[in-house]
Protein backbone atom coordinates (compact mmCIF):
# COMPACT_ATOMS: atom_id res chain seq x y z
CA UNK A 1 0.00 0.00 0.00
CA UNK A 2 1.75 3.22 -1.35
CA UNK A 3 1.25 6.69 1.28
CA UNK A 4 1.73 9.51 0.21
CA UNK A 5 2.76 12.57 2.53
CA UNK A 6 2.18 16.34 1.74
CA UNK A 7 4.40 19.09 3.22
CA UNK A 8 5.48 22.45 3.16
CA UNK A 9 2.59 24.53 2.53
CA UNK A 10 1.58 27.50 5.21
CA UNK A 11 0.69 31.41 5.10
CA UNK A 12 2.13 33.33 2.66
CA UNK A 13 1.47 36.95 1.34
CA UNK A 14 0.59 37.66 -2.19
CA UNK A 15 3.14 37.22 -4.43
CA UNK A 16 5.60 34.83 -2.13
CA UNK A 17 6.36 31.27 -2.97
CA UNK A 18 6.44 28.29 -1.03
CA UNK A 19 7.80 25.01 -2.70
CA UNK A 20 5.14 21.74 -1.47
CA UNK A 21 6.78 18.25 -1.14
CA UNK A 22 5.62 14.98 -1.09
CA UNK A 23 6.83 12.03 0.04
CA UNK A 24 6.22 8.64 -1.11
CA UNK A 25 6.16 5.24 1.41
CA UNK A 26 7.35 2.93 -2.48
CA UNK A 27 9.04 4.32 -5.22
CA UNK A 28 7.27 6.65 -7.50
CA UNK A 29 8.84 5.34 -10.71
CA UNK A 30 6.90 2.19 -10.17
CA UNK A 31 3.72 4.15 -9.66
CA UNK A 32 4.09 6.82 -13.25
CA UNK A 33 2.93 9.62 -13.65
CA UNK A 34 2.20 11.42 -10.81
CA UNK A 35 0.05 15.10 -9.78
CA UNK A 36 -0.54 17.42 -7.61
CA UNK A 37 -4.39 18.76 -7.02
CA UNK A 38 -6.22 21.36 -4.70
CA UNK A 39 -9.42 21.69 -3.05
CA UNK A 40 -10.41 25.03 -2.17
CA UNK A 41 -13.46 25.35 0.14
CA UNK A 42 -16.76 24.37 -1.04
CA UNK A 43 -14.97 23.55 -4.49
CA UNK A 44 -14.23 20.30 -6.13
CA UNK A 45 -10.42 18.84 -6.10
CA UNK A 46 -8.56 19.66 -9.23
CA UNK A 47 -5.58 18.60 -11.05
CA UNK A 48 -2.56 21.82 -10.81
CA UNK A 49 0.28 19.91 -12.57
CA UNK A 50 1.28 16.78 -13.91
CA UNK A 51 4.85 14.87 -14.52
CA UNK A 52 5.13 11.28 -16.14
CA UNK A 53 7.96 8.77 -14.93
CA UNK A 54 10.15 10.20 -17.90
CA UNK A 55 9.82 14.24 -16.44
CA UNK A 56 7.30 15.65 -19.16
CA UNK A 57 4.99 17.75 -17.59
CA UNK A 58 1.38 19.32 -18.17
CA UNK A 59 -0.12 22.71 -16.17
CA UNK A 60 -3.70 23.70 -15.47
CA UNK A 61 -4.13 27.43 -17.81
CA UNK A 62 -4.75 29.14 -13.85
CA UNK A 63 -1.00 28.13 -12.57
CA UNK A 64 1.41 27.59 -15.67
CA UNK A 65 4.13 30.03 -15.57
CA UNK A 66 3.89 30.04 -11.88
CA UNK A 67 3.86 26.90 -10.57
CA UNK A 68 6.51 23.88 -11.58
CA UNK A 69 6.17 20.53 -10.68
CA UNK A 70 9.46 18.46 -10.86
CA UNK A 71 10.36 14.50 -9.05
CA UNK A 72 13.16 12.90 -8.22
CA UNK A 73 12.37 9.06 -8.37
CA UNK A 74 15.79 8.04 -6.01
CA UNK A 75 13.99 10.04 -3.43
CA UNK A 76 10.30 8.78 -4.09
CA UNK A 77 9.29 12.75 -3.64
CA UNK A 78 7.31 15.13 -5.74
CA UNK A 79 7.79 18.82 -5.75
CA UNK A 80 6.04 21.47 -6.41
CA UNK A 81 7.49 24.96 -6.73
CA UNK A 82 4.70 27.84 -6.29
CA UNK A 83 5.87 31.26 -7.48
CA UNK A 84 3.50 34.73 -7.93
CA UNK A 85 1.38 33.28 -5.78
CA UNK A 86 -2.26 34.59 -5.56
CA UNK A 87 -5.24 34.78 -3.12
CA UNK A 88 -7.52 32.14 -5.13
CA UNK A 89 -4.37 30.00 -5.04
CA UNK A 90 -5.63 29.27 -1.21
CA UNK A 91 -6.77 25.45 -1.01
CA UNK A 92 -5.41 21.97 0.35
CA UNK A 93 -3.00 20.73 -1.67
CA UNK A 94 -2.58 16.42 -2.57
CA UNK A 95 -0.07 14.79 -4.55
CA UNK A 96 -1.49 11.21 -6.16
CA UNK A 97 -0.91 9.23 -9.39
CA UNK A 98 -2.11 10.87 -12.49
CA UNK A 99 -4.70 9.46 -13.44
CA UNK A 100 -5.63 9.99 -9.55
CA UNK A 101 -6.46 6.29 -7.27
CA UNK A 102 -8.69 7.25 -4.24
CA UNK A 103 -6.66 5.09 -2.26
CA UNK A 104 -3.52 6.97 -2.55
CA UNK A 105 -4.99 10.26 -1.19
CA UNK A 106 -2.87 11.97 1.55
CA UNK A 107 -4.46 14.60 4.36
CA UNK A 108 -2.75 17.21 1.80
CA UNK A 109 -1.11 20.63 2.92
CA UNK A 110 -2.79 23.76 3.63
CA UNK A 111 -1.62 26.28 1.60
CA UNK A 112 -3.28 30.02 2.36
CA UNK A 113 -2.39 33.21 0.42
CA UNK A 114 -3.46 36.25 2.27
CA UNK A 115 -2.15 39.68 3.57
Known amino acids: QVQLVESGGGLVQPGGSLRLSCAAS????????MGWYRQAPGKQRELVARISSGGSTNYADSVKGRFTISRDNTKNTVYLQMNSLKPEDTAVYYCNRFPRREDYWGKGTLVTVSS
Open 26 to 33: GSIFSIGA
